[in-house]
């Protein structure tokens, strides 16, 4: 499968998706804590504040001159949504133990170390299966807010497919009886994903993006060696997701444009759980997935220099995330410019090709949402707005008149 060159979407000026919640909806979904993901979502009180904030946050989007608009994910408790739960052959634990994970991985480790639970702990109990998508009611939703064309543009985003796998200890992803090995429960995983896509195009969905830490966190030191500790390849579990992503995309419609955004983490309150530059999985990232746009976190030197942009080939998109979603101050105009002009040159490097060629697919957004989980960032929703404006500006200076 070849990916496309800037075929919009993407779009100059970009965000991740999610986005600051309301403190009303937010308080709400405290009160809910304790209940699992699928009750949640049941929950009508909480579906008619969603709906009601849901067209004031599509509205915002719209002012603001973005195009890959989104429902702000409000319908999610935190980025991934409800993609596993409603999977038949998983199940949501409530108290896990902590035998089960990996405790090197990134955002586990500080769920450890806060004393936390790690987020939804879905686990594989039996033969996996897509049994209907938990999107297409908030995609359809968010149809109703939208013109016909802007509804091609509007994105939806997925959780990457090896999320539930990742965090568990060898041998704690599934059951052995269920599965014997890993390449049958990336089958399924695999096939489900290919069935989400199905119904998500058939729904009239052009533009995903699947939203993935755990692929920086192989840029992490610290991760790279707690599998060294427990004497199993991280290389070769690499190798497995990228085989993965690709049988997952393997029967995406053409005009079906797919994303793939990383970060190093952003939990409530602008945490984030890893560093590392790209440079470590920078040639497998690039040329192995088949993907057609990259959404990178740049906002900071936790994430490494351009100079790994140099491996982005010709055929391909990257969205630069220089804007920090973490923080209120605005960054300034003429610098964030300079820097989209420092990646470009890299990616112009890699491909041999001008500044200008290389600018001709790439685009500028905040490194995150702004919200990937329900609490939000250390932000206000005027702060976001004028982040979400910054990003715009960026984009016109450098791309004049292009959406």
């Given amino acids: 499968m070849s990916s496309k060159n800037h075929q919009r979407p993407p779009f100059r000026a970009e965000h991740m998706g999610s986005l600051l919640r309301p403190q009303e909806l937010s308080n709400k979904r405290v009160t809910l804590d304790g209940k699992k993901t699928v009750e949640i979502a049941q929950d009508a009180a909480l579906h008619q504040m969603e709906d009601k904030y849901i067209i004031d946050i599509v509205k915002m989007q719209l002012d603001c001159g973005l195009h890959g608009v989104t429902d702000g994910e409000f319908r999610r408790h935190q980025f991934w949504g409800s993609f596993f739960p409603n999977l038949e052959g998983f199940d949501e634990i409530l108290s896990p133990e902590w035998t089960m994970f990996r405790t090197y991985v990134p955002d586990t480790a500080a769920f450890l170390e806060a004393d936390h639970k790690p987020g939804e702990s879905i686990v594989c109990t039996g033969k996996i299966k897509h049994v209907g ?15 016909p064309e802007q509804v091609k543009e509007a994105k939806l985003t997925l959780p990457a497919p090896e999320w539930y796998h990742l965090r568990y200890k ?10 014997a090995n890993d390449a049958e429960y990336f089958a399924d995983v ?6 989400e896509l199905r119904a998500l195009y058939d729904a009239g969905c052009r533009n995903v993006t699947i939203d993935d ?8 030191e610290k991760m790279l060696d707690g599998f060294k500790a427990d004497e199993e390849s991280s290389d070769d579990l690499l190798e497995s997701y990228i085989k993965l992503y690709n049988d997952c995309l393997s029967a995406r419609p053409e005009d079906m444009h797919v994303g793939l955004h990383l970060c190093r983490g952003n939990f409530a309150y602008s945490r984030h759980f890893s560093e590392g530059s790209y440079d ?17 976190e740049y906002d900071t030197p936790r994430a490494g220099g351009f100079e790994p942009l140099k491996e982005l080939p010709a055929h391909k998109n990257v969205v630069v995330g220089v804007v920090t979603s973490k923080f209120p101050e605005l960054e300034d105009v003429d610098k964030m410019k300079e820097r989209v002009f420092q990646a470009a040159d890299m990616v112009a490097a890699g491909a041999g090709q001008t500044r200008e060629q290389a600018l001709e697919r790439m685009g500028v957004s905040p490194q995150c949402g ?15 707005v004028s982040k979400l404006k910054l990003v715009r500006k960026i984009a016109d200076t450098i791309w004049p008149g292009e959406p």
Avoid at 133 to 147: D, R
Avoid at 190 to 195: E, H, K, N, S, V
Avoid at 372 to 383: A, I, Q
Wanted: glycine share 2%; charged share 15%.
């Fill in 133 to 147: 998508s938990a999107y297409i009611p908030e995609w359809n939703f968010l149809k109703t807010l939208l013109t």
């Fill in 170 to 179: 060898k041998g704690h992803a599934y059951p052995k009886d269920v599965y």
């Fill in 190 to 195: 695999a096939a489900a994903y290919r069935d």
């Fill in 213 to 220: 830490p755990n692929l920086a966190y192989f840029c992490s």
């Fill in 280 to 296: 470590r999985i920078a040639t497998k990232l690039f040329n192995q997935i088949n993907v057609d746009t990259y959404f990178l």
């Fill in 370 to 384: 702004f919200a990937s989980h329900h609490l939000g960032n250390s932000v206000t929703m005027k702060d976001m």
